[in-house]
């Protein structure tokens, strides 16, 4: 992953086309596990949010860059709810999922890894739920996220063996499919360690051969849901073409039966546990202690230390920010401050507390809720009226340009898809105690407590404005400043 200073970041993500989206950040049970952990999002900073438009290509399978695994992967208990938490704006800087003309179908995939080195592209790959056109409700699966504020659960089948797993989200988007053109998708894999009491050699043998599939050429240019045209065939077409199915048929294995044998395989350091030695969590990077010291060489040696991984945590920050790398250098700041007050003895006492927000909706049910014999059932829960908002949403235009939708008679903003819209007013701030042995993080966002779009009424979750609310690199000069005080300046 590229290393960026933080004003390269701001400037990466400000030119990011808005009307996409990327997902960004994995919830395990409703609890979240960290913007970026354990999810393998795109490595291309420029252009995170950007589909994938070849279906050949190996970036289908968990986007640019998906065949490298990130550091970390989380647990969960079998039968567990993962939620796939996807962002217009990968680093939170205004809310939303994805402009409302990219419409079609979404799903998710998942697939056992012999280690976590093993390949994403190629074979094993089977589907666990996927949903298109509701013709009941005129609605697509992609409208049905919106109004859950691009959130979508799914439940880990307890069938499932334990051991490393990707789970691949999968938001595809019709809106300019031609016979020339194929759809947009938008994609990435969560690194998940499934921990239970179910065992299996081979559960690539209990996948029937039909619902078994390799990521590429799971899909051709001539499938018909892949040149499924949602105008002539769907919008404007009386009657409706009802949408094929993209992929295979769902496949769930056959629940866990009887009670739990006890010896359940839990998950070890070696297989990607974050370390109990990580102080706070940036992405798939963590911030350890640094080493004891007892003279002045040792403890500006710490502060050098401190600033080394500071600038790490910036280095391998993905699309979904760095907030808690700012965090991070408010303590480089508290050694220093140590150090120049001649204070040689450490590290001192300091709490670190994640800037990181919950998300900006409630976390709805997942999708395929009592699905366990494999069929496929369910569906989106959402509120009926967020439900009815999407049905009568409609993108216009103002005389001044911007896009709004109306939704039952009432105007509301719309990201703009152009590299000219302007980041949302946030503040990041961070104030140490009176002793300077603790720090709380303070992050604020102008208007956060909003009506959405389509009827959902969310408290939208403060920005990680990783780079544009502050463009100071955090350790530019610190080294100067060290060398000033250790000569007496």
């Not at 070849?54 to 992967?73: E, I, K, Q, R, Y």
């Not at 990968?90 to 280690?115: E, T």
Request: hydrophobic share 40%.
């Amino acid at each position: 992953m590229k290393s960026l200073t933080v004003m390269g970041l701001a400037a990466s993500l400000t030119g990011m086309a808005q009307a996409h989206t990327l997902f960004t950040t994995l919830y395990i049970n409703d609890a979240k596990q960290g913007d970026g952990t354990c999810v393998r999002q795109s490595t291309d900073i420029d252009h995170a949010n950007s589909p994938v438009v070849d279906l050949g290509s190996d970036n289908m399978a968990c986007n640019v860059g998906g065949n490298t695994p990130v550091n970390f992967t989380c647990p969960a208990p079998a039968g567990a709810k993962l939620t796939f938490e996807y962002r217009q704006y990968p680093d939170k800087a205004q809310p939303g999922f994805i402009d409302p003309s990219h419409k079609g179908p979404v799903a998710v995939y998942a697939k056992k890894l012999a280690s976590l080195d093993d390949t994403a592209s190629g074979p094993g790959w089977f589907k666990l739920w996927g949903e298109g056109y509701d013709a009941a409700a005129d609605l697509w699966a992609t409208e049905k996220m919106i109004a859950n504020d691009g959130l979508l659960s799914i439940d880990i089948p307890t069938g499932l063996p334990a051991g490393n797993y990707l789970f691949r989200p999968e938001v595809v988007a019709m809106h300019n499919t031609t016979p020339a053109v194929q759809p947009q998708f938008y994609v990435g894999c969560a690194q998940v360690f499934i921990e239970s009491s179910v065992t299996a050699d081979d559960l690539a043998a209990a996948v029937p051969a039909n619902q078994s599939v390799s990521i590429p050429d799971y899909l051709q240019a001539d499938d018909a849901s892949v040149t499924y045209n949602i105008y002539d065939d769907e919008e404007y077409a009386d009657p409706k073409i009802p949408f094929p199915m993209m992929g295979p048929v769902p496949w769930t294995p056959a629940p866990a039966s009887g009670a739990p044998s006890g010896n359940v395989v839990k998950q070890s350091e070696a297989e990607g546990a974050i370390p109990d030695s990580c102080l706070i969590v940036n992405a798939n990077w963590c911030g350890v202690e640094v080493p004891a010291y007892a003279d002045q060489t040792g403890c500006w040696a710490a502060v050098d230390q401190c600033w080394a991984q500071n600038d790490a945590c910036w280095a391998q920050a993905p699309a979904s920010g760095g907030l808690n790398c700012k965090i991070w250098a408010t303590k480089c700041d508290d050694l220093d401050a140590h150090c120049t007050a001649r204070d040689w003895e450490g590290p001192p006492a300091f709490g670190l507390v994640s800037g990181e927000v919950a998300a900006a909706a409630d976390i709805p049910a997942a999708v395929n809720a009592g699905d366990e014999d494999g069929s496929g059932a369910g569906g989106f829960a959402t509120s009926a009226s967020a439900t009815a908002s999407a049905t009568t949403a409609t993108a216009s235009e103002t005389a001044a340009g911007t896009a709004t939708a109306t939704v039952t008679g009432e105007a509301y903003p719309i990201a703009e898809t152009t590299a000219e819209t302007a980041a949302a007013s946030s503040s990041t701030s961070a104030s140490a105690d009176a002793d300077s042995t603790s720090v709380v993080a303070t992050v604020s966002d102008a208007g956060s407590s909003s009506t959405g779009a389509f009827g959902a009424s969310s408290t939208a979750a403060a920005s990680d404005t990783s780079a544009a609310a502050n463009p100071t690199h955090y350790c530019a000069g610190h080294k100067k400043r060290r060398h000033a005080r250790q000569l007496g300046q």
